[in-house]
């Protein structure tokens, strides 16, 4: 599978979280909003239409550089250090799509949110669940031989030097792809422990800031995520069922549907308020 390819999975994926999560905010719900962990910043061209003000942020400024927009302001942020960027109660949402997971300690993270935020204000975090990691780990050989062929087609419609040239830069691209579901860097967490080229084609590794792939399945679990959220001083007010994937191109495309349908999710929106909060916000999510 092509980068390219797998870079428009992944923006419908983030489509879907917005239209999801937002489907009851009337445009220009929030004042003030922060992003963090905004990536190539396409979700960030989503948010604004709820957003009058955002600030998009990510940790990495070689991914925040592939990102535009005369609407958005882009800023580098480490998001386990966010409120020494910003002053206290700044923002009326600050929202985050699969970051947290990213982090060694997301603790601080959630309590730097706390003091950015304002007093009736919003925190929105997807991450995902344990049937994200077991799909993660069950289409991990699939999706290698699925690149396998494509490369061995390739090479049969490749006849000369330049083709074969141009095979390999295609394989590399594919190798960066699929190791890393932004699909865009393959360091796109600078946090993370850092695999051999071996090391990745043998087994999955812990995709994020865990140390096994069994610790992912214990901390992906919906009731930590919500015990971590509420142990920073927030209620979650609404938990929304997020798109079925794989983390790869291969597998569920055509079945995503059906598998969703029969109740299946890759992870979880947790719309959050602070605690004894009448944020009027609330209502956009009241009657969901």
Known sequence: MTSQRWIEIVHRLRQREIEIIFSGCPEGSFATGLELGAGDGFQSNLLIHYVKSLISTDYNRSRLALAGSEKVRYLVCDAEKVDRIFKPSSFDLVFSSNLMEHLPQPNLAFKGIHRVLKDDGVCISVMPNPFMKLMW????????????????????????????????????????????L?????????????????????????????????????????????????????DVIQIFKMPVTTGYGCGLERMRGWVERLGFASGYAYVAIKKDSHSHFREYWSGQ
């Open 137 to 180: 780990m069950l289409f991990f050989f699939p999706n290698k031989l699925m690149r396998v062929i494509e490369v061995l087609g390739d090479r049969s419609a490749s006849s000369n030097k330049a083709g074969r040239e141009g095979l390999r830069d295609r394989t590399r691209r594919g190798e960066r792809s699929s190791d890393n």
């Open 182 to 234: 932004a699909g865009v860097i393959l360091d796109n967490n600078p946090k993370r422990t850092q695999y051999s080229f071996l090391r990745r084609q043998l087994w999955p590794i812990p995709h994020d800031a865990y140390s096994s792939n069994l610790e992912e399945f214990v901390k992906y679990r919906l009731a930590r995520w919500v015990h971590l959220i509420e142990d920073n001083d927030f």
